[in-house]
């Protein structure tokens, strides 16, 4: 399996950060091949924002950045999976997981931090 090998739809591809060490699903996102190759360069994740449309390192703001450990690719190829080492909260919301409410609407996860505080205007 080598990079080019991927399934990128519209340009993008499904990208899943988990912690390393627990396995907890941190969050969602896409990157392109830029992305990805910037990603496996430097062990940081990099990902492609759809809404505002260019590439973002995880933590360029906030410093809440993702060490990433491995990438694993899903069967169909149409996928990858970072191992990553959080610092600080994955979600833009302040919690540590994107993944933080149950359908009921219940809170759930750990809130690490206060966006105003980090994403000043």
Known sequence: MDIKDLKFD???ITAIAQDYKTGEVLMVAFMDREALDKTISTKRAFYWSRSRRKLWKKGE???HEQIVHDILIDCDADAVL???EQIGGACHTGYRSCFYRTIEGEVIGEKLFEPDDVYKK
């Open 10 to 12: 519209n340009g993008l």
């Open 61 to 63: 703001t906030s410093g």
């Open 82 to 84: 970072l191992k990553v």
